[in-house]
């Protein structure tokens, strides 16, 4: 992943990709696991938008690779927008936080 965002213009892909991955996992398991959810939910905006902006860069993809880029996109954007409910709703009944 490394490389592919180094050539996709990310600065500091070295360190750009393993600290997001870091933020993804920690998000990921905040909200799948209900603790501290509302704040696993703020890495995975962190996450989706740093993502989606410059990872899936569609509208300056080559024609080849722009319906897949499309694509991962709008499916960051769509993830966005649940995370972005989690951060207002927070979690459900069975949650770590509501035991």
């Given amino acids: 992943m490394v490389h592919f965002a180094a050539e996709s213009g ?3 892909a ?3 990709v393993p600290v997001a991955g870091i933020i993804a996992l920690l998000g ?3 909200v799948l696991l209900g603790y501290k959810a ?3 939910a703020w890495l995975l905006v962190i996450f989706l938008l740093g993502t989606a902006f410059t990872m899936h860069r569609f ?3 080559a024609e080849s690779v722009a319906m897949l880029q499309g694509l991962c996109f709008w499916k960051n954007i769509s993830m966005l927008g649940a995370a972005l409910l989690i951060t207002q709703v927070g979690t ?3 949650s770590l ?3």
């Fill in 28 to 30: 990921g398991l905040s």
């Fill in 10 to 12: 990310v600065p500091l």
């Fill in 38 to 40: 509302k704040a696993g």
């Fill in 14 to 16: 070295p360190v750009s």
């Fill in 92 to 94: 459900g009944p069975c």
């Fill in 97 to 99: 936080d509501k035991r």
């Fill in 59 to 61: 509208w300056e993809a």
